[in-house]
């Protein structure tokens, strides 16, 4: 018999396991319940596939990405191994053949499509055919509160129980909730869970407050001119403009968007993978299909959606495992679009609540006091010591006790009804009359004009924190008015204190610098 380690060489020609792989291949083969988070790249497929061949029987991998699939049972049929897929893509013969494989006993590996698990004859086939485990790759599908559910996750867990063999589940999210959702979906007892490999070493990371965001995109380019690099934007527009700006300061640059021909994107596509230096300028609309090792740095000239998004978005930096740079930009506008974005979407209120949770933990990471690394990671479920390759292990920031100004910005907020957004609110703080203070008689609040002690800059920066730490949010439906949340309460009440960090506080934002 084979051990893993010998299959490990023989089938797949790797010369060891990856971080976490062994464990998790034992398991398996162990015939273990197994939950397993790694990231996206991480190898989870060979965490199934060998297995598949150490245990008798076959093993069935329920897959909702059909090209993926294609390409899995494509390299393991190269390598000799028995595998087959059930997909709607199939020709005829490839169904001929995986039927005449299974009913002669000798396929090892059975890849379908969640929908097939609806049809009654699959349950069937599968006892027939022996199966003696399931794996269930891209398992967050079965969350309800994702994005990428599927309702035909949701029949696995029968399945599994009247099958009575393994389950192994495999995702790259790591988000509490949808672990536990994961897991009673599944399975009936918890599962021996993994969570490995979120680390990326070689990348640092580094956030910075909008303030000249162009040249800041700039600066951070020109620091690395000749190198390949992704700036992620948020509209379609920005990207052309900054594709341009990057262009005119001598770079090699190009835009990428959803609303380009599909013939122009695959040009942008095939360039960026074939020629080094060049700067692409995109959407999130790129990135998906490339598979470029040795991309330098990744900026994000806009806010990315979630710390989820963030994190696959800079992933894709440095997978050659060589030194690797990034930088986020982040301001209130951002903030305040993130939200409004979740607010005014269709999704149902409980997703909406997730996305707000997903969206506050990168705002928890970009306003962190401490490694971002440590913040990062802990939300990922790993607990890191400093690593030393972040911007705030290389420059700790100065903190101060920020609880008298928060106070003052919420009993502003509350004072008018919490019917205003930031601007409005400064004008209050800072006594400075406008039209709209005169007509609601603002200047006759008591707290009119307290805190004058601060520049509208800094008061920016105060709200933007406030806005990081949850402690308020723009209300969609009242032109981002902003609303108090529950966690300030103890604060309003001089029950709890709110830490700030000043250099963020001290270097307001501002207009994009005019270049000389
Ligand atoms: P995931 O499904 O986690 O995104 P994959 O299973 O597709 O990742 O693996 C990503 C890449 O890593 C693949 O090209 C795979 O061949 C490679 N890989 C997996 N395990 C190993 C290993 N132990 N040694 C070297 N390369 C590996
Ligand atoms: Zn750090």
Same mark, same amino acid.
């Given at each position: 018999?084979?051990?893993p380690?010998?299959?490990?060489?023989? &089938?797949f020609?790797?010369?060891?396991?990856?971080?976490?792989? #062994? *464990?998790?291949? =034992? /398991? %398996?083969?162990?015939?273990? +319940?197994v939950?397993?988070?790694?990231?996206?790249?991480?190898?989870k497929?060979?965490?199934?596939?060998?297995?598949?061949?150490?245990?008798?029987?076959?093993?069935?991998?329920i897959?909702?990405?059909?090209?993926?699939?294609?390409?899995?049972?494509?390299?393991?049929?190269?390598?000799? &191994?028995?595998?087959?897929?059930?997909?709607?893509?199939?020709? #005829? *013969?490839e169904? =001929? /053949? %995986?039927?005449?494989a299974? +009913?002669?006993?000798?396929?090892?590996?059975?890849?379908?499509?969640?929908?097939r698990?609806?049809?009654?004859?699959?349950?069937?086939?599968?006892?027939?055919?022996?199966?003696?485990?399931?794996?269930?790759?891209?398992?967050?599908?079965?969350?309800?509160?994702?994005?990428?559910?599927?309702?035909?996750?949701?029949?696995?867990?029968?399945?599994?129980?009247?099958?009575?063999?393994?389950?192994?589940?495999?995702?790259?999210?790591?988000?509490?909730?949808?672990?536990?959702?994961?897991?009673?979906?599944?399975?009936?007892?918890?599962?021996?869970?993994?969570?490995?490999?979120?680390?990326?070493?070689n990348?640092?990371?580094?956030?910075?407050?909008?303030?000249?965001?162009?040249?800041q995109?700039?600066?951070?380019?020109?620091?690395?001119?000749?190198?390949s690099?992704?700036v992620?934007?948020?509209?379609?527009?920005?990207?052309?403009?900054?594709?341009?700006?990057?262009?005119d300061?001598?770079?090699?640059?190009?835009?990428?968007?959803?609303?380009?021909?599909?013939?122009?994107?695959?040009?942008?596509?095939?360039?960026?993978?074939?020629?080094?230096?060049?700067?692409?300028?995109?959407?999130?609309?790129?990135?998906?299909?490339?598979?470029?090792?040795?991309?330098?740095?990744?900026?994000?000239?806009?806010?990315?959606?979630?710390?989820?998004?963030y994190?696959?978005?800079?992933?894709?930096?440095?997978?050659?495992?060589?030194?690797?740079?990034?930088?986020?930009?982040f301001?209130?506008?951002?903030?305040?679009?993130?939200?409004?974005?979740?607010?005014?979407?269709?999704a149902?209120?409980?997703?909406?609540?997730?996305?707000?949770?997903?969206?506050?933990?990168l705002?928890?990471?970009?306003?962190?006091?401490?490694?971002?690394?440590?913040?990062?990671?802990?939300?990922?479920?790993?607990?890191?010591?400093?690593?030393?390759?972040?911007?705030?292990?290389?420059?700790?920031?100065?903190?101060f006790?920020?609880?008298?100004?928060?106070?003052?910005?919420?009993?502003?907020?509350?004072?008018?009804?919490?019917?205003?957004g930031?601007?409005?609110?400064?004008?209050?703080?800072?006594?400075?009359?406008?039209?709209?203070?005169?007509?609601?008689?603002h200047?006759?609040?008591?707290?009119?004009?307290?805190?004058?002690?601060?520049?509208?800059?800094?008061?920016?920066a105060?709200?933007?924190?406030?806005?990081?730490?949850?402690?308020?949010?723009p209300?969609?439906?009242?032109?981002?008015?902003?609303?108090?949340t529950?966690?300030?309460?103890?604060?309003?009440?001089?029950?709890?204190?709110?830490?700030?960090?000043?250099?963020?506080?001290?270097?307001?934002?501002?207009?994009?610098?005019?270049?000389?």
């Amino acid at each position: 018999m084979n051990t893993p380690k010998d299959l490990l060489s023989s &089938v797949f020609g790797f010369d060891a396991f990856r971080p976490g792989q #062994e *464990e998790i291949v =034992d /398991a %398996v083969c162990a015939g273990r +319940d197994v939950l397993a988070i790694m990231p996206t790249g991480g190898g989870k497929s060979l965490c199934f596939q060998l297995p598949a061949l150490c245990r008798d029987g076959l093993t069935v991998v329920i897959s909702p990405l059909i090209a993926l699939m294609r390409d899995q049972v494509r390299a393991l049929q190269e390598a000799g &191994v028995e595998a087959g897929a059930l997909t709607s893509g199939n020709t #005829e *013969e490839e169904t =001929d /053949a %995986v039927w005449r494989a299974i +009913d002669d006993g000798r396929l090892k590996l059975l890849y379908i499509a969640p929908e097939r698990l609806a049809s009654t004859g699959t349950e069937r086939m599968l006892q027939r055919a022996n199966c003696s485990l399931i794996a269930v790759d891209e398992a967050h599908c079965v969350s309800q509160w994702g994005h990428d559910f599927r309702p035909d996750y949701l029949r696995i867990g029968a399945l599994r129980k009247t099958l009575g063999v393994p389950l192994a589940a495999f995702t790259a999210t790591a988000d509490a909730e949808t672990r536990a959702e994961i897991v009673t979906r599944l399975f009936d007892a918890a599962p021996e869970t993994f969570l490995h490999g979120f680390d990326r070493p070689n990348i640092t990371l580094t956030f910075q407050p909008k303030d000249g965001p162009r040249q800041q995109i700039l600066s951070f380019a020109a620091a690395r001119k000749g190198q390949s690099g992704i700036v992620y934007c948020g509209t379609r527009a920005k990207t052309e403009t900054l594709a341009r700006a990057l262009s005119d300061s001598g770079h090699l640059a190009c835009y990428y968007h959803g609303g380009m021909d599909a013939e122009d994107r695959r040009e942008v596509e095939r360039r960026f993978q074939q020629e080094d230096g060049l700067i692409v300028v995109a959407t999130v609309a790129f990135g998906m299909g490339i598979d470029k090792p040795d991309i330098r740095w990744v900026a994000h000239a806009d806010l990315p959606k979630s710390i989820e998004a963030y994190y696959q978005e800079i992933g894709r930096a440095g997978r050659d495992g060589a030194p690797a740079d990034t930088l986020t930009l982040f301001g209130s506008d951002d903030i305040r679009y993130r939200r409004q974005q979740i607010d005014e979407g269709l999704a149902p209120p409980e997703m909406k609540q997730a996305d707000h949770g997903r969206l506050n933990a990168l705002l928890g990471l970009a306003e962190a006091q401490v490694c971002r690394r440590v913040a990062l990671l802990s939300y990922f479920g790993e607990s890191p010591a400093p690593c030393g390759n972040c911007d705030l292990c290389e420059a700790p920031p100065e903190l101060f006790d920020g609880t008298e100004a928060v106070r003052k910005a919420l009993s502003a907020m509350l004072r008018t009804e919490e019917r205003f957004g930031t601007g409005h609110l400064i004008d209050v703080l800072r006594g400075t009359e406008t039209d709209k203070t005169r007509r609601f008689a603002h200047h006759t609040l008591p707290t009119w004009g307290c805190g004058r002690d601060l520049p509208k800059g800094q008061w920016q920066a105060v709200f933007r924190q406030m806005m990081g730490l949850d402690l308020v949010r723009p209300d969609a439906e009242r032109h981002g008015a902003l609303r108090m949340t529950d966690p300030a309460r103890p604060i309003l009440r001089g029950e709890a204190s709110v830490t700030l960090r000043r250099d963020t506080i001290e270097r307001p934002e501002r207009r994009p610098a005019v270049k000389q």
